[in-house]
């Protein structure tokens, strides 16, 4: 009996030891805190500070620190535009768009609205490298282009809605440049099909990069296999028809495209990571 009742009063010490613990470091945890009485100001001098020096993960902290204490206010509203580059450079690009269409949905007026436009654009085409580094892969049709085609709808609404935006110009190019490599993308599938001699898919495909990109740099390639799938399909017809307007809009192509040899694609993967690497952002 005596041992049962000695056990318990050992027990009950244990466990008031352990709740001394508990609690003694949850205020020195408080205490460690350094951002704990900083004022709005100082949130966001720091946050810009870690922005401009390349630590995003520690920029997005405090920024959300600042919005969760000072959430009204010209800093916290600031926060609310430059966190979402934050998050795009700490490899968060769900929660940059997120933050994007928070800053939008709350500041339908902000002088600053074109920039959030552009960024959301910036944030889609970054999105997803792997397009832009593997644009000739073994099967094409895996691609998943949907963060080129957001993309391209996001600089289009920019240059809509603010056609003299200092981000209207450098979105323009890369609308164009989106437009090429979604079609070299469509080209290389109708390839694909060629390959196989899918003749109906191939001319399918080409016909699809001549109606939806018109004027893009594959426009010659996309009309020889048009020509190819046709002369194939004995659709001798449509296919002089697509050779008159080889010849006609590139006749330099057309005595190779009727000899059945190869046009070169002139898109090249490092041209386009090369271009992908320089992005101008938003600056005060």
């Known amino acids: 009996m005596h041992l049962y009742r000695g056990s318990a009063v050992s027990l009950a010490r ?10 003694v470091s949850g205020c020195a945890s408080l205490r460690e805190d350094p951002t704990l009485n900083w004022s709005a100001s100082q949130l966001y001098g720091e946050a810009k ?5 390349g630590n995003y993960e520690q920029a997005v902290e405090y920024y959300e620190l600042l919005e969760a204490r000072f959430p009204f206010g010209r800093f916290a509203q600031q926060a609310q535009i430059e966190i979402p580059y934050a998050y795009y450079r700490a490899g968060e690009p769900e929660a940059a768009l997120a933050a994007v269409d928070r800053f939008v949905q709350l500041n339908p007026r902000h002088p600053n609205l074109d920039y959030a436009y552009y960024l959301r654009g910036l944030i889609n085409f970054n999105r997803d490298q792997g397009f832009l580094t593997r644009i000739f892969p073994m099967d094409p049709a895996e691609m998943d282009t949907k963060p080129l085609q957001q993309a391209f709808q996001d600089f289009g609404r920019l240059i809509n809605e603010f056609p003299d935006s200092r981000y209207a110009e450098d979105s323009r190019q890369r609308m164009i440049f989106i437009r090429n490599a979604l079609a070299s993308h469509e080209l290389r599938v109708a390839e694909f099909y060629v390959e196989r001699q899918a003749w109906v898919a191939a001319s399918q495909r080409a016909q699809y990069v001549i109606e939806r990109y018109q004027g893009a740099d594959v426009m010659p390639q ?9 002369r194939a399909l004995d659709l001798e017809d449509h296919a002089e028809n697509t050779m008159a307007v080889l010849e006609l809009n590139f006749p330099e192509y057309a005595e190779d495209v009727r000899a059945g040899r190869p046009i070169t694609l002139r898109a090249e993967a490092r041209g386009l990571r090369r271009w992908i690497e320089s992005v101008p952002f938003f600056a005060n």
Do not use: E, F
């Open 14 to 23: 244990s466990l008031i030891v352990l709740i001394v613990i508990i609690t």
């Open 222 to 230: 996309a009309l020889a296999i048009l020509y190819q799938s046709y």
């Open 49 to 53: 500070a870690a922005l401009d020096s």
